[in-house]
């Protein structure tokens, strides 16, 4: 699964997890991480606290969504049972996971949680290693899904949509009344040029579809980053020799789904890993640093050398707080009135050193970790799922100084 980009909507939804893909780790047992250099959150901004048990069964990689006032945990998958590591030059059957089709929503205010039934049968897609999805207001989209909770029904309906042919490299932007897709057209199966750069718009209401392809030659690479402004559709699209592990030439565009037109920003020497808009400016995560991007003048300033040289997943609280999740840990990006900036590193909650495919996200200003894949400390290692979760409360909004 490629990394995507951090999608800020009309609500934020985060689709985050502790590192990687979105998961805590790829193996259940993790090797020690380095000792960082960055200072941790201080006490008085609080601790990790246990969250009430949620009516979910054990399980990792649920599908967080943040709709303004629930945070929604969606599918996932358990690998229950699993023996220690295969040994060397052993045979091994690979373990297939028990995937979920529900899901609960967990309400801050009160700290309540509803369970969630699907009753369509489809939501076993769903999970953090899953299509990209966004959030509407009411309902969850993915590229060829609807998903929309009824909490008072305590049900998750969901219907498949048509948003037109499939884009390589392309995650759904919700752009206030339309979900927007930038990416790819491999095979010109939407434009008729292969390889052409375009926009697919959708509007669930009426059921209307568009393409417009943007006003330039094929780009040559299929990497692309997108966020949405709040007015405006944003994407860095490689242009020359950018890949999932080197940087390119990237031509910074935006696209207006309302009028159906591009715009250039800026012509760059590199491309992002990530970007994410913070309610001010675009924030784009390179190999080395944090920068910003003036989407107005096409500007940009330095803002932060990456923690403990690590990269990762942006993600942003209803206050405009960034979080950093990296392989080495969590990092909360902190700034002062004169425009410095730095880190602060998030302490992790009880076993997260032995646990992976745990559910990160931002609840509004509460940071919330639910559930994952837990190695054994006896059983040489097997690994066991749990339902568990921790919540910091208000650190999205806190008062920080680095």
Known sequence: MSRRSAHAVAVVVLMTMMAGCGA?????????????????????????????????????????????????????????????????AA??????????DDGAAWDPAIGAWTHLVDTSGSLGRLSQRGDGTVW????????????????????????????????????????????VTIGWDYGGSASGVDGQLVAQVFEPASGARAVVPWPYGPPGAESVRTAWTGREVVAFVATNGASETDEGTSRVVAFDSAASTWRTIAERADGPVEIAWDGRRLLLEGRREINALDVATGETTGVASLPDHADGELQVSSSGRMLLQTWRGSYLLVEKDDGAAGWLRVPEPPLADRTTESTVAWAGDDLVVWGGTQASEQDDGATRSTADGWVWRGLGGKQLTS
């Open 24 to 88: 805590r780790g790829s193996e259940p047992v993790k090797e020690p991480v380095p000792t960082s250099t960055v200072q941790p959150v201080p006490a008085s901004a609080g601790e990790w606290q246990p969250m009430g048990a949620a009516p979910l069964s054990p399980r990792g990689g649920a599908l967080p969504v943040w709709t303004g006032e629930r945070l929604l945990l969606l599918g996932g998958y358990r690998f229950d049972e699993q023996q220690p590591p295969c040994p060397p």
């Open 136 to 179: 509407s207001g009411t309902s969850l989209f993915t590229r060829g899904q609807q998903t929309t909770p009824d909490l008072a029904a305590g049900t998750l309906t969901s219907a498949p949509i048509d948003a037109g042919p499939a884009l390589v490299d392309a995650d759904p932007v919700w752009a206030g009344d339309r979900l």
């Open 91 to 100: 045979a091994c059957a690979a373990v297939e996971p028990t995937r979920f």
